[in-house]
């Protein structure tokens, strides 16, 4: 009886498996479609595809296609069939693409998870000038702006981008030149606004760029490329499972420029040659000047700012050495940003120091030499020099570096191989019937195995107790910060940083950067000076705890209040 059970149940199974090959057999069939064979250089063409089957599609690459042509749109869409009970799918990818030079083309091979499609010949012969005149459409223009003819070298150029359009426009594009010897910047995403010319409304879009020349002499700019679809909503086109209004390609041109880039004047005398419009340089303290004691680390932050330069053309600072006082110098940060169309650089430079002694000490002057290239004259960026007037005594002469100095030295991650990707060329049917006739043998394997040796079982191992961590509360906390318990308070602080923050503090130091309010900063700066500190025994820690109790009411109320809002632009942005 129970061998006639297990022949059933082999050939339920046998049956699934052969089923599965069956439908491997047929799925995935892929079709291609195009529009035209032949065509003339400006016209555009359509290229389908359609694919024939059941399983999921992995999304093609078509970045092959960029060689020899533009993809001014990409359609995409399923169709699900039922014939006599039987379902099938289909699912259709519809490019327009628009071919960037003449000759013989190769629409190449396009992957589709287990199938390719086939690649196809096409002709395109050279525009006629007639044609082209017939296809100007006044209803879109493109224009371009350059800043000046004759920037000096490194200096910005700023590039202005505009078009001028009256109907809807669809995967608008702009295609910037890049010039060998300029570094390109984009500034914005674009700026939307409405003008009349000649008594009719046009929409325009406004991009800006930034032309960095590298080296003197000429450079010459090529014209930027603007292609789109304008929508024609009064007609439309049947084809395929697609319903789509038709549609009219706009490939339009802005004018060429060239620039006479001028080279480093002989007036500038500084080590770095920096063009700018404007450049400042500022800093802040941890303390006051009249607060500095001995063994007492104190940070300083300067900041430099860099009209119409880049961040990394803005060099290090020189810190010089003092005697008797211990300094260290964090790795700079720099950062870009845009104001009024000019690209700002910004480098921010954090300096401690450490005396060990009462003796006074001056720190020196800081100085930045610059070019004004809206003046042409050489100009000079400054810090004055300090007088430092040191307060109390130390007993060791071994001083510890700053927390955030000293992590600063190893905390990046160990770097990971990538796993190999694996190309799988097999359809999802084959897993299926790969695991069905896994199970077959699994059944087989326990018909003839219904005896199991008790003694081989090993007995289930109870897991090790796991140590209970007590976590400090807001009342540990406060306890702390009355008694004076410094470890406690830093203890909890960080724990709570750890909590609350995706990029948890590796100390006080760098959890006073995350912090806004300006007395809660101060306080934690307190504690960490204390902490660190070698002549100081009491810590009042009053401040601290009144300005953690401020902030967390301030977190509370404003996640009450937050209403979130979602703003759709009414273009989409346009990307070079």
């Given at each position: 009886?129970?061998?006639?059970?297990?022949?059933?149940?082999?050939?339920?199974?046998?049956?699934?498996?052969?089923?599965?090959?069956?439908?491997?057999?047929?799925?995935?069939?892929?079709?291609?479609?195009?529009?035209?064979?032949?065509?003339?250089?400006?016209?555009?063409?359509?290229?389908?595809?359609?694919?024939?089957?059941?399983?999921?599609?992995?999304?093609?690459?078509?970045?092959?296609?960029?060689?020899?042509?533009?993809?001014?749109?990409?359609?995409?869409?399923?169709?699900?069939?039922?014939?006599?009970?039987?379902?099938?799918?289909?699912?259709?990818?519809?490019?327009?693409?628009?071919?960037?030079?003449?000759?013989?083309?190769?629409?190449?091979?396009?992957?589709?998870?287990?199938?390719?499609?086939?690649?196809?010949?096409?002709?395109?012969?050279?525009?006629?000038?007639?044609?082209?005149?017939?296809?100007?459409?006044?209803?879109?223009?493109?224009?371009?702006?350059?800043?000046?003819?004759?920037?000096?070298?490194?200096?910005?150029?700023?590039?202005?981008?505009?078009?001028?359009?009256?109907?809807?426009?669809?995967?608008?594009?702009?295609?910037?030149?890049?010039?060998?010897?300029?570094?390109?910047?984009?500034?914005?995403?674009?700026?939307?606004?409405?003008?009349?010319?000649?008594?009719?409304?046009?929409?325009?879009?406004?991009?800006?760029?930034?032309?960095?020349?590298?080296?003197?002499?000429?450079?010459?700019?090529?014209?930027?490329?603007?292609?789109?679809?304008?929508?024609?909503?009064?007609?439309?086109?049947?084809?395929?499972?697609?319903?789509?209004?038709?549609?009219k390609t706009l490939s339009l041109a802005t004018q060429a420029f060239t620039l006479n880039v001028q080279n480093i004047p002989d007036q500038f005398q500084?080590?770095?040659?920096?063009?700018?419009?404007?450049?400042?340089?500022?800093?802040?303290?941890?303390?006051?000047?009249?607060?500095?004691?001995?063994?007492?680390?104190?940070?300083?932050?300067?900041?430099v700012e860099a009209q119409g330069l880049r961040a990394d053309q803005i060099p290090d600072l020189t810190i010089d050495k003092i005697s008797g006082v211990?300094?260290?110098?964090?790795?700079?940060?720099?950062?870009?940003?845009?104001?009024?169309?000019?690209?700002?650089?910004?480098?921010?430079?954090?300096?401690?120091?450490?005396?060990?002694?009462?003796?006074?000490?001056?720190?020196?002057?800081?100085?930045?030499?610059?070019?004004?290239?809206?003046?042409?004259?050489?100009?000079?960026?400054?810090?004055?020099?300090?007088?430092?007037?040191?307060?109390?005594?130390?007993?060791?002469?071994?001083?510890?570096?700053?927390?955030?100095?000293?992590?600063?030295?190893?905390?990046?991650?160990?770097?990971?191989?990538?796993?190999?990707?694996?190309?799988?060329?097999?359809?999802?049917?084959?897993?299926?019937?790969?695991?069905?006739?896994?199970?077959?043998?699994?059944?087989?394997?326990?018909?003839?195995?219904?005896?199991?040796?008790?003694?081989?079982?090993?007995?289930?191992?109870?897991?090790?107790?796991?140590?209970?961590?007590?976590?400090?509360?807001?009342?540990?906390?406060?306890?702390?910060?009355?008694?004076?318990?410094?470890?406690?308070?830093?203890?909890?602080?960080?724990?709570?940083?750890?909590?609350?923050?995706?990029?948890?503090?590796?100390?006080?130091?760098?959890?006073?950067?995350?912090?806004?309010?300006?007395?809660?900063?101060?306080a934690l700066i307190d504690l960490e000076q204390v902490i660190y500190a070698k002549n100081v025994t009491q810590w009042n820690g009053h401040a601290l705890?009144?300005?953690?109790?401020?902030?967390?009411?301030?977190?509370?109320?404003?996640?009450?209040?937050?209403?979130?809002?979602?703003?759709?632009?009414?273009?989409?942005?346009?990307?070079?």
């Amino acid at each position: 009886m129970h061998f006639k059970k297990f022949n059933q149940l082999l050939f339920l199974h046998g049956l699934l498996i052969l089923l599965s090959l069956f439908n491997l057999c047929y799925a995935d069939a892929l079709d291609i479609q195009v529009s035209r064979n032949k065509i003339a250089l400006g016209e555009t063409l359509t290229v389908s595809y359609t694919l024939n089957g059941n399983a999921n599609p992995t999304t093609p690459d078509f970045s092959a296609l960029e060689k020899d042509f533009r993809i001014l749109s990409t359609n995409y869409g399923t169709a699900i069939n039922m014939i006599n009970g039987v379902t099938s799918t289909q699912t259709f990818w519809r490019l327009t693409l628009e071919p960037k030079k003449a000759g013989e083309l190769i629409i190449p091979e396009i992957s589709f998870g287990n199938a390719k499609s086939a690649a196809r010949k096409l002709v395109v012969e050279e525009a006629n000038s007639q044609v082209i005149t017939d296809k100007q459409d006044t209803s879109a223009f493109v224009k371009a702006v350059i800043s000046t003819t004759s920037p000096y070298v490194q200096s910005q150029v700023l590039y202005t981008f505009k078009i001028f359009y009256q109907s809807q426009l669809e995967n608008p594009r702009i295609d910037m030149p890049q010039v060998k010897d300029a570094t390109l910047v984009q500034l914005d995403d674009g700026n939307q606004s409405q003008t009349t010319i000649n008594g009719k409304i046009f929409f325009v879009i406004e991009k800006n760029f930034a032309y960095f020349p590298q080296k003197p002499g000429k450079i010459s700019i090529p014209p930027a490329h603007f292609q789109a679809l304008a929508y024609d909503l009064d007609s439309s086109i049947m084809n395929g499972p697609f319903y789509l209004p038709a549609t009219k390609t706009l490939s339009l041109a802005t004018q060429a420029f060239t620039l006479n880039v001028q080279n480093i004047p002989d007036q500038f005398q500084g080590a770095t040659w920096l063009p700018a419009k404007d450049i400042s340089l500022t800093d802040r303290w941890s303390v006051n000047q009249n607060q500095w004691e001995a063994g007492n680390p104190v940070t300083r932050t300067i900041t430099v700012e860099a009209q119409g330069l880049r961040a990394d053309q803005i060099p290090d600072l020189t810190i010089d050495k003092i005697s008797g006082v211990n300094i260290y110098v964090d790795p700079p940060k720099r950062s870009n940003s845009v104001q009024n169309n000019t690209l700002i650089g910004t480098l921010e430079q954090r300096v401690t120091y450490i005396p060990n002694s009462s003796l006074a000490f001056t720190i020196p002057a800081l100085k930045l030499n610059w070019w004004n290239s809206q003046t042409n004259k050489a100009a000079v960026a400054q810090l004055t020099s300090i007088m430092v007037q040191v307060k109390g005594k130390i007993n060791n002469t071994t001083l510890a570096k700053p927390t955030a100095v000293a992590s600063v030295v190893d905390t990046a991650k160990p770097t990971v191989k990538p796993e190999a990707k694996v190309k799988s060329y097999l359809s999802i049917w084959f897993w299926v019937a790969l695991i069905l006739f896994a199970v077959w043998l699994m059944t087989l394997w326990l018909f003839w195995n219904k005896r199991v040796s008790k003694n081989n079982i090993l007995p289930k191992q109870d897991k090790p107790p796991v140590e209970k961590i007590i976590e400090l509360s807001d009342e540990h906390f406060a306890q702390a910060c009355k008694a004076g318990n410094t470890a406690i308070a830093q203890q909890f602080l960080l724990s709570w940083a750890k909590k609350h923050w995706l990029e948890t503090p590796l100390n006080l130091e760098k959890l006073s950067e995350s912090i806004g309010d300006e007395n809660f900063k101060n306080a934690l700066i307190d504690l960490e000076q204390v902490i660190y500190a070698k002549n100081v025994t009491q810590w009042n820690g009053h401040a601290l705890l009144t300005a953690y109790q401020k902030v967390k009411r301030q977190k509370k109320q404003l996640k009450t209040k937050m209403v979130k809002t979602n703003k759709t632009d009414p273009l989409p942005p346009l990307n070079p």
